[in-house]
């Protein structure tokens, strides 16, 4: 029987003019492949272009994934791999897997015997939490909040009584365009000595990180972060 190929979960730049924080090693084994998975297939194929790839792209063969793709057909994705060749799972932006419908792939993945090979690179997750100051031994990622506003309020002294209550640190992500909106309901809501981290930009050349109390946000001059991508974090 021939050996099965890996797949190998290769982290994305979290935006422009950010290839240079994906390790040359990375790169080395993405231009191996031949065959990738990716939530969105021309977001992959402008990294890979920015890599200077040894292969043409017309050598290349591209997946889309997301959610709802059912387990029958991710496994087709992965078919190559069971014929002895190595592919790869691509993020739009940081570490497959993480907060990302490549999860789904990898899960398949493990079913079929497929080995799973995760390499270095950039998480938005664990760079924030890093830049904030708060409680890297202890900490909840939640992905999005409720976008509307009441919900938003309720969830928002949800995880302030979290922080108080075990000293875990609360993490969350927002759309870029309602980034405004939630750091202005979060310095309304939240209460005065809760610690608040907005990290914008991460790795890119407009990254802004800053952590303070609520209390002090309420006098702060916020830059616009509207369209930029953005994680935020809450302890104490």
């Not at 422009?16 to 924080?21: G, I, P, R, S």
């Not at 991710?74 to 932006?93: K, M, Y």
């Not at 992500?173 to 309901?185: D, G, V």
């Amino acid at each position: 029987m021939a050996t099965k190929g890996k797949l190998y979960l290769i982290p994305a730049p979290l935006g422009e003019q950010a290839t240079h924080t994906i390790p040359s090693y990375v790169i080395d084994i993405l231009h191996r492949l031949d065959v990738f998975i990716a939530e969105r297939a021309k977001t992959a194929r402008r990294f890979i272009r920015e890599t200077n790839p040894v292969k043409p792209f017309s050598e290349l063969t591209f997946f889309e994934i997301d959610k709802h793709t059912p387990a029958e057909e991710r496994a087709l994705f992965l078919e190559a791999a069971q014929q002895g060749r190595d592919i790869g799972l691509l993020s739009e932006a940081g570490c497959p897997g993480v907060a990302d419908p490549g999860a789904l792939v990898v899960q398949t993945a493990h079913q079929m015997g497929i080995e799973v090979a995760p390499l270095v690179g950039p998480s938005s997750i664990l760079l924030g939490l890093m830049a904030s100051g708060l409680n890297g031994q202890n900490f909840c990622f939640h992905g999005y909040l409720p976008p509307k506003k009441p919900e938003l309020m309720r969830e928002l002294k949800f995880l302030e009584q979290r922080v108080f209550k075990h000293a875990q640190a609360q993490i969350f992500i927002e759309t870029p365009y309602r980034n405004m909106a939630l750091i202005e309901t979060a310095i309304n809501t939240l209460s005065p000595d809760m610690l608040f981290c907005i990290a914008a930009a991460l790795t890119l050349p407009s990254e802004y990180v800053r952590t303070l109390p609520i209390a002090s946000w309420r006098k702060t001059q916020i830059p616009n972060l509207d369209k930029q991508p953005a994680i935020f974090l809450l302890g104490k």
